[in-house]
């Protein structure tokens, strides 16, 4: 099982990224799929979801307006579009994929990619 996050970088305020996740090793249309990011000294939050039965998605507040989260299942990929980037989004984002079973969950982190806004 992989996911491997990419499209990270140093971005000045107001500029745009685009995140992708490429998933392997689990049936991916099946997972829910979410970013997280952490901040230096902060815990871990929730960015943006999207559920695997009818796309619908979920943002944090701090992000909404703003950032964008699509799935393409023929190609087992997530993405996070993000515009109007603020310093505050500054931290590593984490591609995160689950899936609800009887017992508990099935889920799988990725590695996580570093996202700076700086001007």
């Known amino acids: 099982v992989q996911l491997a996050e990419s499209g990270g970088g140093l971005v000045q305020p107001g500029e745009s990224l685009k995140l992708s996740c490429a998933a392997s090793?689990?049936?991916?249309?099946?997972?829910?799929m979410s970013w997280y990011r952490q901040a230096p000294g902060k815990e871990r939050e929730l960015v943006a979801n999207?559920?695997?039965?009818?796309?619908?998605?979920n943002y944090a507040d701090s992000v909404k307006g703003r950032f964008i989260i699509f799935r393409d299942n023929a190609k087992n990929t997530v993405y996070l579009q993000m515009n109007s980037l603020r310093p505050e989004d500054t931290a590593v984002y984490y591609c995160?994929?689950?899936?609800?079973?009887?017992?508990?969950?099935?889920?799988?982190w990725g590695q996580g990619t570093q996202v700076t806004v700086s001007s």
């Open positions: 995160y994929a689950y899936r609800l079973r009887v017992w508990g969950k099935d889920d799988y």
């Open positions: 090793g689990f049936a991916f249309s099946s997972y829910h």
């Open positions: 999207i559920f695997s039965s009818d796309g619908s998605t």
